[in-house]
């Protein structure tokens, strides 16, 4: 029997880790110096537990393992786009829209140990669309991984009622909201505990009694309180015999996102059918695991070296620094859009041609839901990360990016193009896309296209091949 995927639903964060050595004092200050080796990026907050489900679930070769669709709120700043590229092709993301730009989490780190963190950039969630919601009443189970900025209070209602049809685990924090009732597994660790339910003492017994008054009060099935080193305590409401689960010995490690492991870990177990108790059991082995193999540090994302590469063409996801820095030279910064279902050479010659009208030429492609949305069912024939690479390795091409509307106009608003290019029959008077450029004093052109060549008549074209190569009877 098909099932669902497992969703998580939260805040998405770009995670930064600027990596060197500190062997001497600055000179005009008690401050260490930190020669850099280089910078690590990777999805974080709700992006992080995401790539970690799926991951998690992959590791076990299950057949029936869940797909994990990521639900949270992004924007087309420079950090959200870095952020998309980090998830992977394992990670699908639908996308709530975001005022504002992704948050962004700097580590300094100095021999693999954190000096100081910087954080910045933020915004607000927008309106849930029908797809998010779509989404979330097609799980298997969920992963609330509340940040405290605004993504799961804008979907509270819902994630409430999709907690009474299936597992719910939820990873709260003190800036945010109580998890809904019904909540199969709540997760928060000792000090959040603490913060959500102020009594004193922090003894075994203490955390046991937080846990189920947590319980009780938020009317959650299980409350887990993550220990740490020490494993983790099952507690649920009015009980008096918590389980307690001891975590492997580890040495050393790094245990940053620890916590999102086995919230992950934790979510993938319940979504095949486990226990909580076993759950919970699977999570700290995970999360133990994950911490003597580096932790955070360890999940593959976007490096870049110190020593900077030589020059060469810009990698196909650097859209927004291409543009900034086309501008800052005085340059012509080109932009042109579309499905690019399948690549022909219609669009070879479109691009060609747009690509000689400014300095750099900026590809603006559909995502798979929003082709669906625009073309119906049965499309898009091929999916959005092979569309992309396909483009990204045209001559002709400097960047591609990905947008989720129906329209690029949101995107172009961020990247600002000098000129955007159509192709065909259009007038460009009535194109959405003409009022944004306008508003910065940018131009829209028509190129002609090349007849003849169109996508539905290439597939209509396939689809009449093979109905002739069928053998009759």
Not at 185 to 209: I, V, W
Not at 222 to 241: D, E, F, I, K
Not at 345 to 362: K, M, N, P, S, T
Not at 405 to 418: G, Q, V, W, Y
């Amino acid at each position: 029997m098909s099932r669902g995927p497992l969703v998580v639903v939260g805040d998405l964060l770009l995670d930064e880790d600027i990596e060197g050595e500190a062997g001497r004092l600055a000179p005009d200050a008690p401050a260490p110096v930190v020669d850099v080796a280089g910078v690590r990026r990777r999805a974080g907050g709700a992006g992080l537990a995401a790539v970690l489900a799926a991951r998690l679930g992959g590791r076990r070769n299950a057949p029936d393992a869940p797909d994990v669709v990521l639900v949270a709120a992004v924007g087309y700043d420079e950090a959200s786009e870095t952020a998309r590229r980090c998830l992977g092709d394992r990670v699908r993301l639908v996308a709530v829209p975001l005022d504002g730009t992704l948050p962004v989490k700097t580590r300094v780190l100095a021999g693999g140990r954190p000096l100081v963190r910087l954080d910045r950039g933020g915004g607000t969630p927008g309106r849930p669309g029908a797809e998010v919601l779509e989404t979330l009443e097609s799980a298997s189970a969920i992963l609330v991984s509340d940040y405290g900025r605004g993504t799961v209070d804008a979907l509270r209602e819902t994630l409430a009622a999709a907690a009474r049809r299936v597992p719910v685990v939820w990873d709260p924090h003190p800036r945010g909201g109580p998890p809904v009732p019904g909540t199969r597994l709540a997760t928060p660790n000792a000090k959040e505990a603490a913060a959500f339910s102020p009594r004193p003492g922090s003894s075994l017994r203490a955390q046991a009694d937080r846990g189920a008054e947590l319980a009780e009060r938020w009317g959650a099935t299980h409350v887990v309180v993550t220990l740490g080193a020490a494993g983790a305590l099952l507690t649920r409401a009015g009980s008096t015999a918590p389980l307690l689960v001891p975590a492997p010995a580890v040495t050393g490690g790094d245990p940053c996102g620890a916590g999102d492991c086995f919230a992950a870990a934790a979510a993938v177990a319940l979504a095949a059918g486990a226990l909580p108790e076993e759950a919970v059991e699977r999570a700290v082995a995970e999360a133990a695991s994950f911490v003597g193999a580096g932790g955070a540090s360890a999940v593959s994302g976007v490096r870049q070296d110190a020593a900077p590469p030589a020059p060469g063409p810009e990698p196909a996801g650097d859209a927004f620094a291409l543009a900034r820095r086309v501008k800052a030279r005085g340059g012509t910064v080109v932009a042109t859009g579309g499905c690019f279902d399948l690549l022909h050479a219609g669009h070879v010659g479109l691009l060609e041609r747009a690509g000689r009208i400014g300095d750099c030429l900026i590809v603006c492609v559909n995502s798979d839901a929003s082709l669906t949305r625009l073309k119906g069912p049965g499309r898009p024939l091929t999916p959005l990360a092979d569309r992309m690479r396909v483009l990204s390795a045209l001559g002709s091409v400097d960047a591609v990016v990905a947008f989720d509307e129906d329209t690029p106009e949101r995107l172009l608003e961020a990247l600002r193009p000098d000129v955007w290019v159509k192709g065909g029959d259009y007038s460009p008077d009535g194109l959405p896309e003409t009022r944004a450029l306008r508003r910065w004093g940018g131009q829209t052109v028509v190129l002609p296209y090349l007849d003849g060549h169109s996508t539905t008549l290439l597939a209509d074209r396939a689809a009449r091949a093979a109905a002739a190569e069928r053998p009759t009877r």
